[in-house]
C-alpha cells in the first residue's frame, strides 16, 4: 500500500465527522441527536446543507483509495471479498451526499451505506481470521453483532434515527482504525 493510500485512510474518518460536527453545531437550534437523522444536517434547501455533503463525498473518496490499496494487502479471496464490499458501501456514503435527504434515492443510498459497510467488515473480518489474525476476527464478529445490537436499540427508542446511525458510524470507524493500527504502524514508523 503507498502511504498516501494510508494517510488517505487515517484522514477519512476524521473529515467525515469534522464535517458531521460543524454541520450539527450551524444547525444546533432546531436539529436534536434523539430526534432526527443525521441526513437531516444536509437536507435539500437547508442553507448549510453543502457542508455535510462535501464532507461525506471526501471522506468517501479518501477512504476508497485507502480500501483500493488495502485490497493489496489481504491474505485470501474472503478478506478481499470483505473489502470489495467496503468499498461498495464507501460508493454509498459518497452518494449519501450527492443525492441527500430530500431526493428519492437518498433513504436507499444510506441504507447501502450502512448495510454494505456492515457486512463488508464482517466479511474481511472473517478472512482475517482465516489468515490467522484470530484476535482481529473476534473484535470484528463482536464489534458487528454489538453495533447491530445496540443500533436496533436506539432505533426502537428514539424517534430519530441519528443514534442508530452513529452507533453504526462509530462500529465502522472504530474497525477501521483497529485494522490501521494493528497492519499498518510499522509503515508510519520513522526509519531511523
Known amino acids: 500500500m503507498k502511504k498516501s493510500q494510508l494517510y488517505a485512510g487515517i484522514l477519512a474518518p476524521v473529515v467525515a465527522l469534522a464535517g458531521i460536527g460543524v454541520a450539527v453545531s ?15 444536517l444536509g437536507r435539500l434547501g437547508l442553507r448549510y446543507n453543502w457542508v455535510l455533503n462535501v464532507s461525506l463525498v471526501i471522506s468517501a473518496l479518501l477512504a476508497i483509495y485507502y480500501a483500493i490499496g488495502l485490497l493489496g494487502e489481504v491474505k485470501n479471496l474472503i478478506e478481499k471479498a470483505g473489502i470489495v464490499i467496503f468499498i461498495v458501501g464507501l460508493g454509498f456514503l459518497a452518494l449519501i451526499g450527492i443525492f441527500p435527504e430530500g431526493t428519492s434515492p437518498h433513504y436507499y443510498v444510506s441504507w447501502g451505506f450502512f448495510v454494505f459497510s456492515s457486512l463488508g467488515l464482517l466479511i474481511a473480518g472473517i478472512g ?53 493500527w494493528k497492519r499498518f504502524t510499522k509503515v508510519l514508523r520513522p526509519r531511523g
Open 128 to 180: 482475517i481470521g482465516l489468515s490467522g489474525e484470530k484476535g482481529l476476527a473476534v473484535f470484528t464478529v463482536a464489534l458487528f453483532i454489538t453495533g447491530w445490537v445496540l443500533a436496533t436499540w436506539a432505533r426502537n427508542h428514539f424517534a430519530g434515527v441519528a443514534p442508530a446511525e452513529f452507533v453504526g458510524v462509530f462500529g465502522i470507524v472504530a474497525w477501521h482504525y483497529t485494522l490501521i
Open 26 to 40: 450551524l444547525n444546533r437550534s432546531w436539529w436534536h441527536l434523539t430526534e432526527n437523522a443525521i441526513s437531516d
